[in-house]
């Protein structure tokens, strides 16, 4: 086989620009090589080669519609990626070259504050950021700082003791990464087989003068279970009532914070309750676009501290911006836009209802087996997920199961619970807006004919033929 790349300058094999028009895509001499690998090669190539290689490479990731793995968005309009397409030179960031392109964002930033109903009288501030990860880092940041002036200005020694979350030990790793960047200890609270959220007295009783904040969870990653924030909210005003140190929440809504207002608009969690000050989501979960967009709002100017803003021109003015990252492109908070104007309010429930709808069907079929205990069966948004009952007498587990399931095409996880819960063993679909009814019922099928080549199979990779010494799949 000869590759297309070497050190020799004049390498035979190096690409030479001969061919013209008339040589058919695959009679091209490029399609005979290897692709570069460590270091450019000498020639040029056409962009029709150069496209088709790379898309082929591409292709064994299989199908991202099939991947219920991810969160994130694997379908947009037409209209929507054209918009986006047309605006990917566009820096975000420039806010006095490309002014409309801030205003929209500004507009995405009302509108989800309006979604989260912040309340009359406060000056809420927003950005848009690049996923909920940049988002929670910049929330636990506002925190921090918060935290830090208030403490100084009570007296407390703030080199004591270094500054503590509070959050379930259901976290996102974004969480980890922060408390680690910022030097925070995270104070993490079990989950248990009985409590798979954030358990609340446990959570006060974590509380003390260097916590920073507690982060209530709207979509825990592993299984999709909601924090009960209203209690939460509760129990922190009541704290608040008889302490000079004053307790703040802020909402990890990455997957939920787009889907409740929608479907559930009654859920007490979001800025309703007094003592949420700061809200993230990812537009590229049920915000609907591509990834990588996402949002944060603080309710009033009061919780994002000075320090956390910095200026950028704009228009021979100055404009605020509290985003980490500098330069991307502004195509999906265009994307966000774009969704927002098209689908408006009735637009994202109907989408988000029949969703759910999906994700019932599906957690009522796994459930029809008999074999899996359900652990989300998407009341509350469209995840479903399951473990195998422990008096199931199969040969196989939940790991063979993922993998027959590859066979077909489809991405379906399985992967042990966190910390106190690694004994459990999950696998979790989630449920996008396009996964159509039909989908689900050829998924169904797919799942039941995986099961009976598994009760047949005489080889297994994970259940008791073979056994796991670490459990592979999928980490989070
Ligand atoms: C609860 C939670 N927080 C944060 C994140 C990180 O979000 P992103 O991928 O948008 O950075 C996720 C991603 O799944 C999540 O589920």
């Known amino acids: 086989m000869a590759i297309l790349h070497s050190n020799k300058k004049n390498d035979q094999h190096n690409f030479t620009n001969k061919e013209n028009y008339d040589t058919p895509l695959f009679g091209t001499k490029e ?93 809420y501030q927003g950005t848009s950021t690049v996923g909920s990860s940049e988002a929670c880092m910049l929330g636990g940041m506002a925190m921090k700082f918060r935290w830090r002036t208030l403490a100084q200005q009570r007296g407390l020694d703030i080199n004591k003791q270094k500054p503590n979350l509070i959050i379930s030990a259901g976290y996102q790793v974004c969480w980890e990464k922060f408390c680690v960047y910022w030097d925070i200890e995270m104070r993490t609270i079990p989950l248990s087989p009985t409590q798979l959220s954030l358990d609340i007295e446990l959570a006060m009783a974590a509380v003390d003068e260097y916590t920073i904040g507690i982060v209530g969870i ?25 302490h000079e140190h004053q307790l703040v929440i802020h909402i990890d809504g990455a997957s939920g914070g787009l889907y409740t207002p929608f479907v559930d608009p009654e859920l007490m969690w979001d800025f309703r309750l007094e003592n949420v000050v700061s809200i993230n989501t990812s537009g590229h979960k049920y915000g609907l676009v591509y990834p990588g967009v996402g949002w944060i709002i603080w309710r009033d100017e009061h919780y994002l501290p000075d320090e956390l803003v910095f200026s950028v021109s704009y228009l021979g003015g100055d404009l605020p911006t509290m985003a980490i990252n500098f330069s991307h492109s502004a195509s999906h908070l265009i994307g966000q836009y774009y969704n927002f104007l098209r689908f408006g309010y009735n637009g994202y429930r109907a989408i988000h209802e029949r969703t759910r709808d999906v994700a019932q069907y599906l957690a009522q079929a796994m459930a029809e087996t008999g074999l899996f205990d359900i652990y989300n069966d998407a009341t509350n948004i469209p ?20 993998d027959r399931l590859l066979i077909h ?68």
């Open 218 to 242: 709207l979509g825990i990653t592993y299984t999709g279970k909601f924090d009960d924030i209203a209690t939460l909210n509760e129990r922190v005003t009541a704290y608040n009532k008889v």
């Open 31 to 123: 399609m005979d090589l290897t692709l570069p690998k460590k270091t450019l090669a000498q020639a040029s190539i056409s962009p029709q080669v150069a496209y088709r290689l790379i898309a082929d490479e591409l292709m064994d990731e299989g199908n991202a519609r099939l991947n219920l793995a991810t969160f994130c968005q694997t379908f947009m309009e037409p209209e929507a990626i054209q918009l986006m397409t047309e605006s990917l030179e566009k820096n975000a960031i420039d806010k006095s070259e490309y002014p409309q392109t801030t205003e929209l964002e500004n507009r995405c930033v009302s509108i989800i504050a309006d979604l989260w109903h912040v309340q009359a009288g406060e000056n």
């Open 383 to 402: 995840i479903v997920c399951w473990r195998m009952k422990a008096e199931t007498e199969k040969r196989w587990d939940l790991y063979d199961l993922a």
């Open 409 to 476: 095409g489809w991405q379906i996880p399985a992967y042990p619970l966190p910390a106190n819960l690694e004994d459990i063993i999950i696998q979790r679909m989630v449920i996008r807006s396009d996964l159509s009814m039909d989908m689900a019922e050829l998924l169904v099928r797919d799942i039941h004919q995986a099961m009976k080549e598994l009760d047949k199979a005489h080889y297994l990779v994970s259940g008791s033929q073979i056994k796991h010494t670490k459990p592979s799949g999928f980490t989070h």
